[in-house]
């Protein structure tokens, strides 16, 4: 189980923490994946990274502006949002995919958060 958190109102900008904490046993070959949905949109990947660490894989729009990382003793992973824009507005959602392999389709993730609303005003 996910429990997304982090959400909430900034202004173009600024910066935001989400955190995803996992409830049981994350192994290292897992893949860690962050995800968005804005408002009449279709879902869209936003970054993974494997929790054993390495190369994180993101997506173009956010490059240079988030970054994300985990804490192995709290079962959490983050996505550090900084220089946010109104665009970024979505339910972010954090999941899980049981392979180390990189993929950015959502259907290919098995564990979903529960998701936390950004709204970033202009």
């Known amino acids: 189980q996910l429990q997304a958190s982090g959400g909430g109102l900034v202004q173009a900008g600024g910066s935001l923490r989400l955190s995803c904490e996992a409830s049981?046993?994350?192994?290292?070959?897992?893949?860690m994946g962050w995800f968005r949905q804005a408002p009449g949109k279709e879902r869209e990947f936003v970054a993974s990274s494997k929790w054993s660490g390495g190369s994180t894989y993101y997506a173009d729009f956010v490059k240079g502006r988030f970054t994300t990382s985990r804490d192995r003793a709290k079962n959490t992973m983050y996505l550090q949002m900084n220089s946010l824009k109104p665009e970024d507005t979505a339910v972010y959602y954090c999941a899980v995919r049981i392979s180390p392999i990189q993929v950015t389709s959502g259907n290919m993730y098995r564990y979903w958060g529960q998701g936390t609303l950004v709204t970033v005003s202009s």
């Open positions: 049981g046993r994350i192994f290292s070959t897992y893949l």
